[in-house]
């Protein structure tokens, strides 16, 4: 059986257990994949932050999670078809200000590239969210030397296994679902998958992904496990009995408090 091995800088995982990310940069306290909050991350001390990457129709890499702006700002439209120059005008967090009653904020989308330089210690966890972006993405995080603290990953097989192709798997990355249900389905018939981490649902339409038995093959195969999105207090005390290496929250200073005084 063919083996591929793939030698890359674990620094990403450093830091204390388990780690805490901020699900883009806490969406339950300030406006997803913003400068705000990036702002709020860096300010509160959290050493990474998971976001959500898009590509404008000029070619710009900037922090977004859907396709269109319609969710969370006051327009409509898709991202496809707006340069970067019209997108940095738009209120990013807009419709987060008005549930808050916040009528006079406002923030803005923020490039990867700037992001990656906002905080030079911050480690970003970077979701693809769209096809026929990855050779700008490793263009930009080579270019920054910010390889040790990226970790890519993707819910698509086909955009992940692009952007390892691309990098030469020089970048670490964490399953997509194809990896998690090996992990989950074929434990003892499947080693040595070519990522570093898994990252798993709490649960999923239903069903219960992770689990002290997942945590158990990641440990074995030396893989981090950070479950997602933990809001709660008691589904994180259930990811910290199981073993989790991280979790990934709308609530960081809630489960920061909570660990700090159970610790």
Known sequence: MLQVVFLVNLEYFHGNKPLI??????????????????????KEGFT?????????????????????????????????????HDISKINAGYKFYKRKG?????????????????????KFNLDLKQS?????????????????RVLVSSFSPRRLDEFLK???????SSGTFRENAIAKFLPNKVRNLKVQALQAPYNWKGF??????????????????????INTVEKFQHCLD????????????LLRDYLSSNT
């Open 208 to 229: 219960q992904i992770h689990s002290k038995k997942l945590s158990d093959y990641c440990l074995l195969n030396n893989l981090q496990l950070h479950v997602w999105t």
């Open 21 to 42: 990310i901020p699900h883009r940069g806490g969406s339950h306290l300030v406006p997803e994949n913003t400068k705000h909050g990036l702002e709020f991350t860096t």
């Open 242 to 253: 199981i073993g989790c290496d991280g979790v990934i929250t709308d609530e960081p200073i």
């Open 166 to 172: 691309v990098t030469k798997g020089k970048i670490l």
């Open 102 to 122: 916040l009528h006079d904020m406002k923030t803005n989308f923020i490039r990867l590239v700037d992001a990656l330089e906002f905080n030079k210690d911050m």
């Open 48 to 84: 990474h932050f998971e976001t959500d990457l898009r590509m404008s129709k000029d070619g710009e890499i900037f922090l977004h999670h859907d396709d269109s702006f319609d969710r969370t700002t006051e327009i409509s439209g898709k991202v496809r078809d707006f340069n970067w």
């Open 132 to 148: 026929g972006m990855a050779k700008q993405i490793a263009e930009i995080i080579f270019s920054l030397k910010a390889e040790k």
